[in-house]
């Protein structure tokens, strides 16, 4: 079983310790894959709306998010 696996199994542990930790570290694992991701799109000539819908966000909040990496 990977790490991440792992993770996401105590995610829905019963212990709010265990639980909330998972939680977590999911969250920071997804802000990595998303901004790895993110710069992957714009390098593909992929406008911040186009980012944006594929996110299901505003391309105004995709573009605040990441403007500061110069993508």
């Known amino acids: ?3 991440a696996t792992k993770v996401a199994a ?3 542990s019963r212990d709010p310790a265990v639980g909330l930790a998972a939680v977590a570290s999911l969250r920071g694992l997804l ?3 998303e ?3 993110v ?3 714009r390098a ?5 709306q186009q980012i944006a819908d594929a996110l299901r966000v505003s391309r ?3 573009h605040k998010k990441y403007r500061r990496y110069g993508f």
């Open 39 to 41: 710069s992957n799109a």
């Open 35 to 37: 901004e790895l991701q």
């Open 60 to 62: 105004q909040a995709v």
């Open 10 to 12: 105590a995610a829905s």
């Open 31 to 33: 802000e990595s894959l």
């Open 44 to 48: 593909q000539g992929w406008s911040w």
């Open 1 to 3: 079983m990977s790490d």
